[in-house]
């Protein structure tokens, strides 16, 4: 669901610098990158491991301090926030994580990791967050029966279902997805992108979907910005993107994704 | 463990075997435990010491509440250094009279009663004051028990909550920590013990807060570790991206993760305790007044050369019991509740 250009948008990211390490071993993770996200939007941030668009993903949840530049949700700065407006935050804008095994905590059951956050984000009433687990669980095709199971009784891409389910919990207006199907098998990552494509459009949500695939991104996304070292370096729709490529690196990822009527032969290796 | 269930989705799941109760990784960690038979040997020896601890308990407290003293405590001067019933042959058909030193013959069944009465008469023998020595190992079980679940009870909280927070805010109150557990390591444990036992004087007490607080250090700097392994994990990061607040992500999330160090720790602490409080009331620093298992032994010495064995042979056996079975107890323990060894399965 393409928003209206003219809406105000709902994530600004003004020329945002993130660093790691000290002076001499300096890595600009992210170095000077802009777009915005208007509301409903599905958004793709792809390039190859490294490229910086896990450490921008983190930065926008606060998870990671920028050094300079500024993200502005809804037009208010985020760097600001902290203790409960830094929760408030967070209650609009959730994520879902790559490791759909490490990302659950083993000692607590998958009904109770949903009904906690609700109850951090001010569901007092028991039997109410219950309620709305259970919708959760159902809203992720999951079978509320097995609530009271743990993780680790649960196949990678369940495990993945609840984690999107938990980050849905607090009703967000924008959910960074940071490769949430890499780890999981081909065929289960179809049903989980079809499943955030569905939540998406269902809920009108803001979507950030980080990945290295291109086809994955293609395949949610209104918009793509491709980044390299730290930059966006082109952006545009899949259709443009895919049919008109600009910029070298946005050609050499195209051409790392795998075409099965192609055959291996003709692949390349994207070269630094 | 990843793909118990493998790749199957809902529609699989379905027709599996149906929303049996899920089972948490401590119910795995006991199903583990049971099917080490060793383990539950030590589990069941502990289970006896811990009821004779109980009934040694209620025994001193009967007698606390009558006003009387104690049966352990009453000597029979003229019972002295009796050997342990079994080698008084009770079941003799020709017994002597205690009263009168005549020589009795008996048979059948007034035979058998004799013999068994005779069993239960100081069955592990009398000390120099005639004074029973099982009644006093079980008191001195009683002791044992009261200082190993004291000094745990000082050691574990102080070390649990130190270590979470060293190991999760890092930074000063890293630095903080560190040093102080430092500084509590680098005194000589056994001095610092006696130290404090000056201070408060001698007794359970000083023992109590001697053996705590070098307990804690070690649990401490355990817990920090794991703790700084976990806080890194992307449930923890969830956690955060949640919400969740620092205090709740900690004892909620990543304690619970740490536990099973505290338990292994415990059941090593608690044999190394009782070691101490036998050592320090060996020296005379320890226990007052009452039997524990340093005394005894300390006490057993004297005689030990004119062939008095029993008193110092069964405290001997008692505290190499207990401590073995929790040693080998603690070593399942780890076996059963390590995560690495779970993800290898």
Request: net charge neutral; aromatic share 10%; proline share 4%.
């Amino acid at each position: 669901m393409p928003a209206s250009p003219t809406e105000q948008p709902l994530l600004t990211i003004e020329d945002v610098h993130v660093h790691y390490g000290v002076s001499r071993h300096l890595v600009k993770a992210v170095n000077g990158v802009t777009f915005d996200i208007r509301p409903g939007e599905s958004v793709g941030l792809v390039g190859e491991s490294g490229c910086g668009k896990t450490t921008l993903g983190r930065a926008v949840m606060r998870l990671t301090d920028i050094h300079a530049g500024r993200i502005c949700f809804q037009g208010q700065d985020i760097s600001d926030y902290s203790g409960t407006g830094l929760k408030l935050y967070r209650k609009h804008v959730q994520m879902v994580f790559q490791d759909p095994y490490g990302s659950l905590n083993a000692r607590i059951s998958v009904g109770k990791a949903i009904e906690e956050v609700l109850h951090v984000h001010g569901m007092k009433d028991r039997n109410q967050r219950h309620e709305k687990a259970r919708q959760l669980f159902e809203a992720v095709g999951l079978d509320p029966a097995y609530m009271d199971r743990y993780p680790h009784e649960f196949s990678g891409g369940q495990r993945q279902r609840i984690g999107i389910a938990r980050s849905l919990a607090v009703d967000p207006s924008l959910l960074i997805a940071d490769e949430p199907v890499s780890a999981l098998d081909v065929s289960v990552q179809v049903q989980i992108l079809n499943l955030l494509k569905d939540i998406q459009q269902k809920m009108n949500l803001a979507l950030l979907f980080v990945a290295h695939d291109l086809a994955v991104v293609r395949y949610v996304c209104d918009r793509i910005l491709v980044m390299n070292q730290g930059k966006v370096v082109e952006s545009g729709t899949p259709q443009e993107l895919f049919t008109q490529p600009q910029h070298p690196y946005t050609r050499t990822l195209l051409a790392a994704v795998p075409d099965v009527e192609k055959g291996l032969a003709e692949r390349r290796i994207i070269s630094s | 463990m990843g793909g118990s269930t493998g790749e199957v989705e809902m529609n699989d799941m379905d027709s599996t075997t149906g929303p049996a109760p899920g089972r948490g990784l401590w119910g795995d960690a006991w199903q583990r435990l049971r099917r080490h038979r060793l383990a539950m040997g030590c589990l069941w020896i502990v289970g006896i010491y811990t009821i004779l601890a109980l009934y040694g308990e209620g025994v001193y407290r009967w007698h606390q509440w009558r006003d009387t003293t104690p049966s352990y405590q009453r000597t029979h001067v003229e019972h002295q250094y009796t050997p342990p019933s079994f080698m008084r042959t009770p079941f003799a058909s020709v017994q002597v009279d205690r009263n009168t030193g005549e020589e009795i013959e008996r048979s059948g069944v007034s035979r058998v009663v004799y013999g068994l009465r005779e069993l239960a008469r100081y069955p592990f023998g009398a000390d120099g004051l005639g004074r029973d020595v099982l009644q006093r190992l079980i008191q001195g079980t009683r002791i044992a028990y009261q200082v190993g679940i004291i000094t745990s009870l000082i050691a574990i909280p102080i070390g649990v909550i130190l270590g979470c927070l060293a190991g999760y805010f890092g930074g000063r109150v890293d630095d903080f920590i560190v040093w102080l557990y430092s500084t509590f390591a680098a005194i000589p444990g056994l001095l610092f013990i006696l130290a404090i036992a000056m201070v408060v004087g001698q007794g359970l007490l000083g023992v109590y807060l001697g053996i705590g607080l070098t307990m804690w250090v070690g649990l401490c700097r355990l817990i920090r570790g794991e703790v700084i392994k976990h806080k890194e994990r992307a449930y923890v990061v969830a956690a955060q991206a949640l919400g969740i607040s620092h205090f709740k992500i900690i004892f909620r999330h990543i304690l619970p993760n740490v536990f099973h160090v505290v338990i292994v720790t415990f059941t090593l602490r608690f044999p190394a305790a009782i070691g101490t409080e036998v050592f320090l009331s060996f020296l005379g620093i320890g226990v007052q007044g009452e039997p524990s298992w340093g005394i005894m032994i300390s006490n057993a010495r004297l005689r030990l050369w004119h062939g008095i064995w029993w008193e110092m042979a069964f405290v001997t056996a008692a505290i190499f019991f207990i401590v073995l079975a929790f040693n080998l107890l603690g070593d399942a323990l780890r076996d059963a509740l390590d995560p690495r060894l779970r993800e290898q399965q």
